[in-house]
């Protein structure tokens, strides 16, 4: 027999040897997993089936052995996913532990007197479904304490014990979703539209870009925290039907960028001044700004405040949906450098403040409404288009009549022109119908309706519409022959009129004129005119 060496060579029986020892462990590993009760993995359950939670024991959500087809019946249903609705009725005493992220379609929790164990744990971990529903009024013991995802259309929680459940909770709406809940919730992040369908507490509302929160009218909506953005740029804040709705709100709120906010009844004021639409039937929603400037421009934000003498915002200077008022609170001189605009403008003083001082300086104003009321102050000037949108341009107390003596007053909508005092107003070029409220004097009144769009000229009765200029074609109508000029109840009305007048394509009813007017050109004679010659 050779000898052989005290040590084996590096090489072939070291290897030969590890090499047998591996492929005896791993057959025994393999026969230890096909003999254990470990699983590789719990095998899902058929997608359209719906799902119980059967367990007296605590368990995982993610255990097959957990769930069955019928409540109370046998385990082994499968894994709950995306599509299948899954039912915690108390027939499983059990806990059930989320240990890793979940997911269903329509997640329902519901008991009776009798069955008071929808027991659930969240573990923080993300749980998605379509829809959430829970009713139970008996049961403390479901947390949730993670992001709850819902895509589908509706949240509710009813008959809630206590709001312990909840109180960690994050429900994300993906999708519409209308919000219905006995007891308070926590924080809500709305990425598409949201709705509540009756009284609801949120911790805390946090909106999407363009998107609309709409609240059951008539019932509180409470938020009890707030976060600076959390409502900024939504489309709309309204009620589901056109009615007040009762917002319970923090302090210190401030809106940015909500195109239209309407009937909102807010238990404290709320500052949406910062290019926010106050629609109609707010209350405590501050939209107006202030002028509370040294000498300065309109664009400037310290030029401007939330109350009348105010502190400056320092954020905001006013655009097309604020109200904006020159009480003589600022003593400056606000001088636009660029076209401006506002919703509704008020200048408006007292004997004691004689300073509410705005110069156009050449500049276009957009505005909805326009109201002036200063009889003690000479320092506002008028000097190139005033745009108005809405219904009433109004100037009352005017001390002087060179304040507008450079403007053009365009109307673009059916506009009620109100001007007492004997106020001398510019030129008014109406694309819409426009009554006349009180006596007044105009440099020249040009109609610029469209054709077939019907323009009125209304004159409140017995009182004297002066015209000191007038340019040939400014009072023609369209081709249609449409354009009517009558006094409010067909009375007469006086017109002091330019001579040399000819006008066309007008129907006109009881004017009183005092120079001669040649109606040529498919003019019609409503009868009750004076001076008017129709050919």
Known sequence: MPNRPLYAPRGKYVVRGYNQFS?????????FLLTSNVRAADT?????????????????????????LTTGGAGGAGVPGALNQVTFDGEGTGLCRLEKAGACKELIFNETAAQVNASFDQQGNALSCETFAYDCANNTSP?????????????????????APFASANFVLAANCTVASDNALPQI??????????????ARLIGASGKTFTFKNGVD?????????????LAEVVSVSGAQWGFVNPASMVWRNIADIQDCNATNAINAADRCSDGT??????????????????????????ASGGAAEGNVYPISTNDVFFDGAGAGLCTPTASFACRDLLIDESDTQVHANLDQNGQVLACRTFVYNCANNNANVFDFTIAV?????????????????AATITLAAACTVTSTDDTNLPAIQAADDVT????????SLLLTGAEGAGQALEFLNSVNFTLTAYTAGDWDGDATADTTIVSDDSQTWGFVNPAAMVVSYIDVQDSNATNAIDATDNCVDGTGNTNWTFV
């Open 143 to 163: 947390i949730f304490d993670g992001q709850i995802t819902l895509s589908g259309a509706t949240l509710t929680v009813t008959n809630s014990v206590s709001a």
């Open 436 to 443: 006349f409220a009180t006596a007044v004097t105009v440099a």
């Open 189 to 202: 992040t709305a990425q598409e539209d949201f709705t509540t369908s009756a009284a609801l507490t949120v």
């Open 389 to 405: 949108s809405g219904a009433a341009f109004t100037v009352t107390a005017a001390q002087a009549a060179s304040i507008f003596s």
């Open 281 to 306: 039937g707010n209350t405590n929603v501050q939209v107006a700004l202030y002028w509370i400037g040294a000498d300065g421009g309109w664009h400037d934000a310290d030029n401007w405040s939330l």
């Open 44 to 68: 899902p359950a058929a997608s359209t089936v719906d799902l119980y939670w059967v367990s007296d024991t605590n368990g995982a959500w993610h255990d097959e052995a957990n769930w069955s």
């Open 221 to 233: 909506f409470t938020l009890t925290a707030y976060t600076s953005t959390d409502w900024d740029n």
């Open 23 to 31: 492929r005896r462990m791993g057959r025994s590993f393999r026969n």
